[in-house]
């Protein structure tokens, strides 16, 4: 069955991924929150801090079931007694400024009629990256990642879920400055004429596969890269926005408040630590403005 | 007419609240922005930051009128042409943890018809204290201010005001933890038999005037506190969660944030430097617990 199955994928993804990082950040290790939803299922919520590296990050899974609330229905605009969702998700915070924050998620929805019929069932994923500093090369390399990955299953998925991607990563509220760089982002992926469920199961399990492809050499690239107090004052103010779309705009954020989720496996995606400032601007001609000026056009990178 | 003197009372506590906390802080100064927006009307923001007290602050009045898009009416759950809109709105940040953050915000709206005519006019504000550390004479000397110029009203008032201010600044997602300790939160007062709109400007105007009443003993008393690093950790987590209650619930800033308010001036009420650390739970026994219960189960104080 495919719920079986993504539910699998996703439990060894989520010890594969934590493995790497662990590995990589040498220091730190993932600590685990079992947690049970009182309505039916529940999660792992793993979660990584003060690291050499990574300064807060999670990996949580969580598989759950139940009846569908007409909160839930709404925001999902889906009909259906109950429900089944399976899905990872991830957010990786370094300290060194030089290093991205990483973003993804990969996820399974299964609405059910009073008989118990499956009536829809879709997958919805992506993996987005939100550097403080732009290296191009880092950039080119992890939309490349996500290209090949895209390209395997149809060439035209890519473009589109590039420009998905940049689009729903949108700080609306500013303009339109992007989070990050982008990468891709699919939903509502359902079996119908032209790609099967199962085309979209093994699409999402594999996007999930070469997630650390994407990551990991950017972190190797950079861990050890030098910065100034001034180079961390400029991440907590991007971190600030990072913390703005979250709680303003991001679909998953809020379905989880609203539908009364688990509150700290939802929130651990913000950053550990954020400043807010009046109307900060970056000095003209700055490393951080040309950052600035690409998140707010952004590029076709591959 | 209500309009225009509701305007020079704002802007006249703009300037009297700006001068009273720039001579307690004694270092930094209010600087101001004035705006224009694109539909009609502005306002001016004015900002404190980096003072010998104050790390962060705003005390902000907005002006303005147009018309009544679909959003709007929407948000506000009215029907109309055009509208008119007159507010002041501060938010405190103190960089000592021991000096709580203050809030305070005293608006009014006006709906019309397509021939110019009002439909719908109301009055609200209210203002809450969110301490760091709980001192229950200061609480109680905020309350009781609050208070006194309800009472001098109709002693009916504060009991409903400090109800609503409980329910109101509550984060939903974590429990009904409270935001703060409270004080007085009131909105949508129309002219009826049992009060005149004019009962309401005098009320909002008289509420305005004795904000520094409440708040200035109280930086007073402990400007000068001395506190720890952990002190400070604790602020700055607490400040997590008025930024949670801020962009996910608070109503004012989704309304602001919904019909393209600016950005700026709205999201001057976010902390200066902020924690989310993952699941932070403080000692058994602590200080820091005993707020915490408070704010979940709110107290009578006056």
Known sequence: MVKDQF??????????????????DGKAKFIA???ERPGGGGGTTRVISNGAIFEKGGVNISIVQGELSPMAAQQLKVNGEN???????LVIHPFNPMVPTVHANWRYFEVYDAKGKVTDAWFGGGTDLTPYYLVEEDVIHFHATQKK????????LFSQFKAQCDSYFSNHHRGG?????????FDHCRGNEEYSLDFWKEFTEANGNIFLDGYLPIVENHKNDSFTDANKYWQEIRRGRYVEFNLLHDRGTL??????????????????I??????????????????????RQPREWV
């Open 33 to 35: 929150d079992k947690w």
């Open 83 to 89: 429900f089944f969702a399976a899905g990872l998700s």
């Open 274 to 295: 954020v400043r807010f400032d009046y109307d900060y601007q970056p000095a003209a001609g700055s490393e951080e403005e040309r950052l600035l000026n690409l998140l």
């Open 177 to 185: 400055e992007r989070r990050g760089v982008g990468g891709i982002f």
């Open 149 to 156: 990955c895209c390209d395997a299953f149809d060439k035209k």
């Open 7 to 24: 539910v699998q994928h996703i439990q060894s993804l989520q010890n594969k991924i934590c493995a790497n990082l662990e590995q990589i």
């Open 255 to 272: 379905f989880g408040i609203k539908t009364n989720g688990r509150t700290e496996s939802i929130l651990m995606s913000l950053p550990p």
